[in-house]
């Protein structure tokens, strides 16, 4: 089945600055990967997604790319702000469904004032 | 449009206890999902409904039972709880190839 890593598990960034969080997938028939944020105490919420027939996608200040041929994704967030604080969750799903749909263990952002 | 509604939102239980955890949606999805989450493992899938009248085992689904009592409510049940069990549970939908949205969460806590 699917397994997806993320990297890193903890991040400190200054405000104002980039951050990086990177995801690698082993089902090479994946083709849909969401990107989560978790804010202390709240429930996941959909921020960004792309589908494997497009390699980057953009939303103001939040970007995803994809590498199919090296199988990973990555989410870039840029111009960082206090409020970007929050635990990124990246996932891989072949379909959208069930146990196709798989989660990375979570990044935790924290970004400096 | 409350989205996806989940109760209780907190509740104690003690070993051998049972429960059921209910969802529901109001978006006309035909997936629901049932995850755990704790502590430094991510979201890690319970069970699974692709569609009504459907059901099927996710990563972890030992100590569990499910029940899609229609297109909008899916239940998960705790036959006799266990100290393991005490986790935060989040239901999703979603409709096919597309993303799935989160409920507010139960915290369960198994003493």
């Known amino acids: 089945g699917e397994n997806v890593e993320q990297h890193p598990s903890t991040l400190s960034v200054q405000e104002g600055d980039s951050a990086v969080i990177k995801c690698t997938y082993s089902d090479s028939a994946s083709n849909y990967f969401p990107w989560y944020k978790q804010e202390l105490g709240k429930r996941p919420q959909l921020i960004i997604d792309?589908?494997?027939?497009?390699g980057e996608k953009k939303d103001q200040r939040i970007a995803v790319t994809l590498n199919k041929t090296a199988k990973h994704f990555s989410l870039h967030i840029t111009e960082t702000q206090p409020e970007d604080s929050a635990v990124y969750f990246c996932?891989?799903?072949?379909?959208?469904?069930?146990?196709?749909?798989?989660f990375g263990p979570g990044t935790r952002l924290s970004v400096l004032p | 449009n409350a989205g996806v509604t989940q109760t209780p939102k907190f509740q104690v239980l003690k070993t051998g206890q049972s429960m059921t955890l209910q969802c529901a949606q109001d978006?006309?999805?035909?997936?629901m999902y049932w995850y755990r989450q704790d502590p430094g493992m991510g979201l890690r899938l319970i069970y699974y409904?692709?569609?009504?009248?459907?059901?099927d085992k996710g990563e972890v689904p030992n100590g569990y039972n499910v029940s899609r009592l229609n297109k909008r409510e899916f239940s998960l049940r705790l036959e006799s709880a266990a100290p393991s069990q005490t986790s935060v549970y989040f239901c999703a939908s979603s409709e096919s190839s597309r993303a799935q949205y989160f409920g507010p969460g139960t915290r369960l806590l198994v003493l």
């Open positions: 409904s692709a569609s009504e009248g459907t059901t």
């Open positions: 996932a891989a799903s072949r379909d959208n469904y069930g146990q196709n749909f798989v």
């Open positions: 978006m006309n999805h035909n997936s």
């Open positions: 792309i589908r494997s027939n497009v």
